[in-house]
């Protein structure tokens, strides 16, 4: 475990990661909190807190924060607002209850009981608040820029890669159908014979429950004559790898079927890559139509197939629609933009118990 940059008395924040598997929801606490960091003292607790990322354990939280001033506690799931009422109603912690929600459905009566028990609730879009019957503060994920930044030579940084063609579309993520993989596969089978200068990339690991899956679709590509054409990276092993692919691509497809925020769009726009994606997820709210991206109904491969068609069209477009989606990503959506919003919202909450930072 990483050391704690503060004493756990002096922490005003505990952002809890009590979830069993690491999923997106890990992955945007990690990347905000150092930036929070260094506007308020916090810690994550939990699981999956990757070294380097301020953290508390279970036993120094309860020897050191059972006393003292109220602290924020920043739920992100169910057992984590569950964790922290007990801490307060059971144990007597001075705890604010706060929950980040992504969720575009309706919630289960639990979820709903245990929000209405929260003391300010933030949405990461419109649409996921408008799921919730409590009012909401929205703040939108940001990203990054200083990681997911664009290549000074993305023509050599493709070349490196190996790969047939002048030009790489990718789509990131577990390869499994929530996350439109076959809707992918299927798009290139239609697009790549007439486009032969792009290469198509599937970057992410396939788990053994969908080796199967991924054997189909190894299937289709093989039965289209496609095999060196459509690339399979497998698990990643750096974490570096990520930002370098972006980098390397084009063209960045985002096809998920169902999306909490979806955080590949913004990536792949910080490094100057348009983004096709579907209407899932944060995607309406960040992308224009044709000015930085296109936006498709969620599981319809031909309207995927022809936006794909017309974004791979012309390569000089391409750029200019890049350069459109890196302009909007360092005016709306930095990491420091989504810091900032939530502060205010730990201000707020923090002055009503008469708690001055």
């Known amino acids: 475990m990483a050391s ?19 999923s997106g929801i890990n992955a945007s606490m ?35 924060c059972w006393r003292g001033p109220w602290r924020i506690w920043h739920a992100r799931r169910n057992i984590d607002m569950l964790t922290g009422l007990i801490f307060r109603y059971v144990f007597g912690f001075k705890l604010i209850l706060l929950l980040t929600s992504a969720a575009q459905r309706r ?28 009012e909401a503060v929205v703040v939108p994920h940001g ?39 076959e809707e992918f596969v299927d798009a290139m089978i239609r697009v790549l014979p007439k486009r032969p200068e792009w290469t198509a990339v599937i970057i992410g690991q396939t788990t053994k429950e969908f080796w199967p899956f991924e054997q189909r679709l190894r ?35 985002c096809p998920s079927r169902v999306e909490g925020f979806g955080l590949t769009c913004i990536e792949a726009m910080a490094s100057r890559c348009p983004v096709v994606a579907t209407r899932t997820g944060a995607w309406p709210e960040v992308i224009s139509e044709g000015e930085d991206g296109y936006l498709v109904p969620c599981q319809d491969t031909d309207a995927l197939t022809e936006a794909v068609m017309k974004i791979t069209e012309d390569p000089q ?17 930095q990491i420091q933009n989504e810091a900032e919003s939530i502060q205010t919202v730990y201000e707020q909450q923090l002055a009503k118990r008469g708690v001055e930072l």
């Open 107 to 134: 919630h289960s009566w639990l979820t709903r009981f245990y929000y209405h028990h929260m003391d300010g609730l933030i949405a990461t879009t419109a649409a996921a608040a408008s799921f919730l019957d409590r």
């Open 317 to 333: 477009r391409v750029r200019q629609m890049g350069q459109r989606a890196l302009e909007k990503i360092t005016s709306q959506y």
């Open 219 to 253: 299937i289709r590509i093989r039965d289209a004559g496609l095999e060196a054409r459509v690339h399979f990276t497998g698990f990643l092993k750096s974490p570096e790898d990520i930002p370098d692919w972006y980098r390397s691509l084009s063209v960045v497809v």
């Open 4 to 22: 704690e940059p503060v004493e756990a008395r002096e922490l005003r924040v505990i952002a809890p990661s009590l979830g069993k598997r690491f």
């Open 30 to 64: 990690v990347a905000v909190l150092p930036e929070q960091a260094k506007r308020i003292p916090i810690a994550a607790m939990g699981f999956h807190i990757p070294e380097g990322i301020p953290q508390i354990s279970f036993r120094q939280f309860g020897r050191h």
């Open 143 to 181: 990203v990054n820029t200083e990681k997911f930044s664009p290549p000074e030579d993305r023509a050599a940084a493709w070349a490196k890669r190996k790969l047939p063609g002048s030009y790489g579309i990718g789509v990131l993520g577990r390869v499994r159908p929530q996350k439109g993989t």
